[in-house]
C-alpha cells in the first residue's frame, strides 16, 4: 500500500502508474518523457533503451521498475539472459556510474565506451536514461507503492507498452 492515497486501485495501477494518474500535471511530462528516452530516436535500439532502465532500476533496488522495464526489454529481443555486446556492456558500466552520481562517470568510462564503438550519441541517451530511472524509482520507492510479485503482470504491461507505448494518464 503506497504512503499515501493515490485514489486508484494498486493492484491495477501498481508502481508509477499510480502515482501519474494521483498527480496528471506532473505524471503527463513524465510519461512524455519515459517515451522519448524509451521508444523515440535513438540509434540504441527500444531494447537495449529498456533493458538500460531496468539494469539502473535493479541497480536502485526498485522491484517495480526492474520487472517493468525488464518484461519490456524481453519483449523488445533483450530478455535478462541476452546476450550483451562489449558496447552495451561499456555503456551499462556507464549507467551504472551515473546511477551512483554524475560525478562518478569518468573520462576513462566514456573512452571504453568509445573504444567500443558507442557514439556520443549513445552515450548522451545512456546517461539520460540512467538519470531519469534514478529519479523513476525513487519516486516509486519513496512514495511505498506496490509491485506485484506475479511476473505475468509485468509481462501484460511489456505488451501494452509494445502497443501502445508510455502513454499519459487519462
Same mark, same amino acid.
Given at each position: 500500500?503506497?504512503?499515501? /492515497? &493515490?485514489?486508484?486501485?494498486? !493492484?491495477?495501477? @501498481?508502481?508509477?502508474?499510480?502515482?501519474?494518474? =494521483?498527480?496528471?500535471?506532473?505524471?503527463? @511530462? &513524465?510519461?512524455?518523457?519515459?517515451?522519448?528516452?524509451?521508444?523515440?530516436?535513438?540509434? %540504441? !535500439?527500444?531494447?537495449?533503451?529498456?533493458?538500460?532502465?531496468?539494469?539502473? $532500476?535493479? &541497480?536502485? /533496488?526498485?522491484?517495480?521498475?526492474?520487472? #517493468?522495464?525488464?518484461?519490456?526489454?524481453?519483449?523488445? +529481443?533483450?530478455?535478462?539472459?541476452?546476450?550483451?555486446?562489449?558496447?552495451?556492456? $561499456?555503456? &551499462?558500466?556507464?549507467? $551504472?556510474?551515473?546511477? $551512483?552520481?554524475?560525478?562518478?562517470?569518468?573520462?576513462?568510462?566514456?573512452? /571504453?565506451?568509445?573504444?567500443?564503438?558507442? !557514439? /556520443?550519441?549513445?552515450?548522451?541517451?545512456?546517461? *539520460?536514461?540512467?538519470?531519469?530511472?534514478?529519479?523513476?524509482?525513487?519516486?516509486?520507492?519513496? %512514495?511505498?507503492?506496490?509491485?506485484?510479485?506475479?511476473?505475468?503482470?509485468?509481462? *501484460? +504491461?511489456?505488451?501494452?507498452?509494445?502497443?501502445?507505448? =508510455?502513454? @499519459?494518464? #487519462?
Amino acid at each position: 500500500m503506497a504512503y499515501i /492515497d &493515490l485514489g486508484v486501485d494498486e !493492484t491495477r495501477e @501498481p508502481g508509477i502508474r499510480g502515482l501519474l494518474r =494521483y498527480r496528471p500535471s506532473t505524471g503527463k @511530462p &513524465l510519461s512524455d518523457l519515459a517515451e522519448a528516452l524509451l521508444r523515440g530516436d535513438s540509434p %540504441l !535500439t527500444r531494447g537495449e533503451r529498456e533493458y538500460i532502465a531496468a539494469y539502473v $532500476s535493479s &541497480l536502485n /533496488d526498485c522491484a517495480y521498475c526492474t520487472g #517493468s522495464h525488464g518484461a519490456v526489454a524481453a519483449a523488445e +529481443g533483450m530478455p535478462a539472459d541476452a546476450p550483451v555486446t562489449d558496447k552495451l556492456r $561499456s555503456l &551499462l558500466a556507464v549507467a $551504472s556510474a551515473t546511477a $551512483s552520481g554524475g560525478h562518478a562517470v569518468t573520462p576513462a568510462l566514456i573512452a /571504453d565506451a568509445r573504444s567500443t564503438g558507442a !557514439t /556520443d550519441l549513445e552515450i548522451h541517451d545512456t546517461v *539520460l536514461i540512467a538519470a531519469a530511472f534514478s529519479m523513476f524509482n525513487r519516486y516509486v520507492d519513496g %512514495l511505498g507503492t506496490t509491485a506485484p510479485d506475479n511476473p505475468r503482470a509485468y509481462e *501484460l +504491461g511489456a505488451a501494452h507498452i509494445v502497443k501502445r507505448g =508510455y502513454l @499519459p494518464p #487519462s
